[in-house]
Each structure stands twice: as C-alpha cells, then as structure tokens.
C-alpha cells in the first residue's frame, strides 16, 4: 500500500476500535457500509472498484417453527423486504450506536410504520 504515509498504517481493526481510540493513527480503516459511526467520525467511504471486498446483504433467518405459530412474523419480514437503504441503516445504526437510542424507540417505529405503507 504506497499510499499509505511511513508515520501511519494501515488498519484493519473494527470502526468501532477506532471509535473507542480517536487517537485516528491510521490512513484505511476496513468497516462495513451500514456503520453508523462513518458520519460521527467524519470518515469518508471508497469505492471498492476491485470488488475486493464481498457484499453483505442482510437476510432473515427463521426457524419453521416459529414461522407455522406465528405467520403474522412472515408477513412483516415481507413488508420490510427490500425497503431498507444502505443510507437507512446507516441512520438507524448511527441512533443505537451514536445517539444510544433504543432500539424500540420512535425513531425505528416511524421507520418500520413508513416502510409497511
């Protein structure tokens, strides 16, 4: 990594390690798109045009048996299915993760009531 200057490295530590550090000694941090703390710690995202990195899509996972007691579980993954943006749970992470929100709170409930319309 030639961009990398000879006082730095680079990291490949978790976004919230250098959150818990700020000390910001390093040039490239590895963290996932949807991180909350990308805003709070002013980082900016690269495009990955070697697609080095594989994407993580989000999926649910249900045992069948919860599926047959409660189908009412089907039909709001449903709804959710494909309406969360990169961008949304990027906000929504940044709440719990930022602003210590709970995660029962208004600002997920406007969301998941918005996303059922």
Not at 25 to 35: C, E, F, L, M, N
Not at 50 to 76: G, K, N, Q, T
């Amino acid at each position: 990594m030639d961009c990398i200057s000879p006082r730095r490295r680079a990291s490949w530590i978790s976004i919230s390690s250098i959150a818990r550090s700020r000390q910001r000694q390093v040039d490239v941090i590895a963290g996932d798109a949807t991180s909350g703390l990308i805003k709070a710690l002013d980082l900016a995202m690269l495009q990955d045009n070697r697609a080095y990195f594989p994407p993580y899509y989000a999926v649910p996972i249900v045992r069948s048996a919860v599926l047959l007691a409660h189908p009412e579980v089907r039909d709001a993954l449903a709804r959710l299915a494909g309406r969360i943006s990169e961008d949304d749970m990027r906000a929504m992470n940044a709440a719990v993760d930022v602003d210590h929100r709970d995660v029962r709170g208004d600002r997920f409930e406007e969301f998941l009531h918005a996303a059922s319309d």
